[in-house]
């Protein structure tokens, strides 16, 4: 038994022994050898050269407002997309930040973008409204999308010559919106475009447009369909047949939202828009 404890012992203590020496005996790790430095240094990565066109790249129009979504504004994060006709990608995008969306339409290659229609998405969703690429332009333009499905309103060029026409023979204006500033003498196109009806346009007070036409209906076709020295009556054209023109020239009123009217008896529920008159 003794002889036995000695031998365990004597084992144990020898494995000991042994495993000191092996982990203590082995020599160090080997440093990794330091890299010797080389004469040679790596290539230097030439800056790249920019490419200078014949012009100066032009400025870009820049775009902010406030992103309605089904009447109410979309929240901070959500995507605003700018879009040109024929162009499967958004030619600018920003997002939405305290309420309020930014973004920069930069032209790119060597096409100028001078005049090219721009089209909203917020949120994959179709705007209502549309511009005009301006290089250098810095717009504030509200955008809506969803919520009504009312036909999708055009805003006119603030200031420029503005046309309207009827939608063939539908009882619609091709045009739902149209904006001037306060003030400026303003020049309307108007072509009934009809081959069956007659037509007129009419500027009225904001909220106004129904009793107006029910007045006009009482004014009779000798008047155009029009209530005469009627305060609400901004502007009007006469009674145009099918096929004609007129030109309808007004100074702009104050800042503030009206509206444009057929009062064709029965018309006015289809054939209106928004006039909005800027500062
Ligand atoms: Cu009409």
């Known amino acids: 038994m003794r002889g036995v404890v000695l031998l365990i012992i004597g084992a144990l203590a020898a494995t000991l022994v042994l495993a000191t020496a092996c982990g203590g005996g082995e020599p160090p790790p080997t440093q990794p050898p330091a890299p010797t430095p080389t004469t040679a240094l790596p290539t230097a990565v030439p800056p790249p050269t920019l490419q200078v066109?014949?012009?100066?790249?032009?400025?870009?129009?820049?775009?902010?407002?406030?992103?309605?979504v089904d009447g109410k504004a979309a929240p901070d994060g959500t995507v605003v997309t700018a879009w040109f006709d024929g162009v499967s990608q958004p030619v600018a995008e920003g997002a939405v930040a305290n309420g309020v969306y930014n973004l920069k339409i930069v032209q790119r290659g060597d096409a100028s973008y001078a005049n090219k229609k721009v089209t909203f998405k917020i949120d994959g969703q179709d705007a209502k409204e549309s511009s005009t690429w301006e290089s250098g332009a810095a717009d504030e333009l509200n955008l809506s999308a969803g919520g009504g499905g009312a036909a999708p309103p055009v805003v006119s060029p603030t200031g420029g010559p503005l046309q309207i026409t009827t939608e063939g023979d539908a009882l619609k204006f091709n045009l739902s919106q149209l904006t001037v500033k306060a003030g400026s003498e303003v020049v309307i196109t108007f072509k009934n475009a009809s081959t069956v009806n007659q037509h007129n346009f009419v500027v009225v007070q904001a909220g106004t447009k129904d009793e107006v036409a029910a007045a006009g209906t009482g004014a009779g076709p000798d008047n155009a369909w029009i209530p005469q020295g009627d305060d609400r009556v901004i502007a009007k054209s006469g009674l145009l047949d099918p096929?004609?023109?007129?030109?309808?020239?007004?100074t702009a009123p104050g800042p503030g939202n009206y509206q444009f009217v057929c009062t064709f008896p029965g018309h006015n529920f289809t054939m209106f828009g928004e006039f909005n008159v800027t500062p």
């Open 243 to 250: 096929g004609a023109t007129e030109d309808i020239r007004f």
């Open 53 to 68: 066109g014949d012009q100066a790249p032009a400025p870009p129009h820049a775009f902010a407002g406030k992103a309605m």
